[in-house]
């Protein structure tokens, strides 16, 4: 992945990134409803980091996997259908390690607790 260290890029610098022809780029633009890149005062097209990496996507599925449009735009929302599966197990899971650290922490506290009580008793 090149290194993307800007905040914005203009069409030009995007479609030197990924290779591809400006017309392509505004094409997917329209066909890809999730790609909104910005635009300045004067109306050019400003894109974000993130807006590349969707490009990226797009262009793998269509130029290198030989996707329709129609079936790039499938993937595209099943996969973000998957991204909130996933986003909601790894929440679950995250208050499941949350609690089992609580109980560890206390589990540690009682056995300190015991070994005291022991060197107390042992003292006597």
Do not use: C
Not at 45 to 51: C, E, G, N, Q, S
Not at 53 to 71: A, D, H, N, P, S
């Amino acid at each position: 992945m090149d290194q993307l260290d800007k905040k914005y890029y203009r069409i030009a610098d995007v479609s030197e990134i990924l290779g591809l022809p400006a017309s392509t780029l505004r094409y997917w633009e329209k066909e890809f409803g999730s790609l909104h890149p910005k635009r300045n005062m004067g109306g050019r097209r400003l894109y974000t980091p993130t807006d590349i990496e969707q490009l990226r996507v797009i262009k793998f599925l269509i130029k290198e996997k030989g996707l329709t449009i129609e079936g790039a735009r499938e993937h595209l929302r099943s996969s973000r259908r998957n991204v909130d599966k996933v986003h909601a197990a790894i929440s679950r899971l995250t208050g499941i390690r949350s609690r089992i650290v609580l109980l560890i922490d206390a589990l540690d506290d009682r056995q300190r607790q015991i070994r005291k009580e022991r060197l107390q008793a042992r003292d006597k």
